[in-house]
């Protein structure tokens, strides 16, 4: 069982940026995959950006631009860096991480709130 831990979440204005990590409780290494998903009150779990063991990374079209996912393997842990926030960006944060045959974990979700 790998347990992971959101940090780095809070309000900001329109504009502004934050950074939020996510820790693993083992190493990142064998992560096939890992991840930041969004989930907005009423609204679907959408995907934001993946980083694959291979190094390559996809965004949603919404933030393209704006964020950044990074790994930190000294220190088990992936960021996203989320710069010119928008009130759109508003939502929960859930880091992910996928390792072989599917195996999946979540972190509990970290909010982001930016007003307008």
């Known amino acids: 069982q790998v347990q992971l831990v959101e940090s780095g979440g809070g309000l900001v204005q329109a504009g502004g940026s934050l950074r939020l990590s996510c820790a693993a409780s083992?190493?990142?290494?064998?992560?096939?995959?890992m991840g930041w998903y969004r989930q907005a009150p009423g609204k679907q779990r959408d995907l934001v950006a993946t980083?694959?063991?291979?190094?390559?990374?996809n965004y949603a079209d919404s933030v393209k631009g704006r964020f950044t996912i990074s790994r930190d393997n000294a220190n088990d842990t992936w960021y996203l860096q989320m710069n010119s926030l928008k009130p759109e960006d508003t939502a929960v944060y859930y880091c992910?991480?996928?390792?072989?045959?599917?195996?999946?974990?979540w972190g509990q979700g970290t909010q982001v709130t930016v007003s307008s």
């Open positions: 980083l694959t063991s291979g190094g390559i990374t």
């Open positions: 083992a190493s990142i290494f064998s992560i096939n995959a």
């Open positions: 992910n991480a996928v390792y072989a045959f599917g195996i999946t974990y």
